[in-house]
């Protein structure tokens, strides 16, 4: 990945449509506070709660979290 590739800004665009769709764009927030009180929530909203088709309809938290609870887990 280098400056100017094409292919560099697929990966962040596609992680940043949901944010963009769900969490700014349906809240008009009209204050910076606001804003940035509405991104944590709907960060925690998307980790802990917003199943993913991509992810067996299970949430990002719990295949981070299953992926660490191996046989090697302390």
Do not use: C, I, W
């Not at 094409?6 to 449509?17: I, K, L, Q, T, Y």
């Not at 506070?33 to 917003?50: P, T, W």
């Amino acid at each position: 990945m280098g400056r100017g590739r094409a292919m560099d800004n697929v990966f962040v665009e596609r992680s940043r449509r949901p944010l963009k769709q769900e969490g700014f764009y349906l809240n008009g927030y009209e204050r910076v506070r606001d804003f940035h009180s509405g991104l944590r929530k709907y960060r925690d909203f998307y980790n802990d709660e917003r199943l993913q088709a991509s992810l067996n309809y299970r949430t990002p938290r719990e295949v981070y979290f299953s992926d660490r609870e191996g046989p090697m887990a302390v």
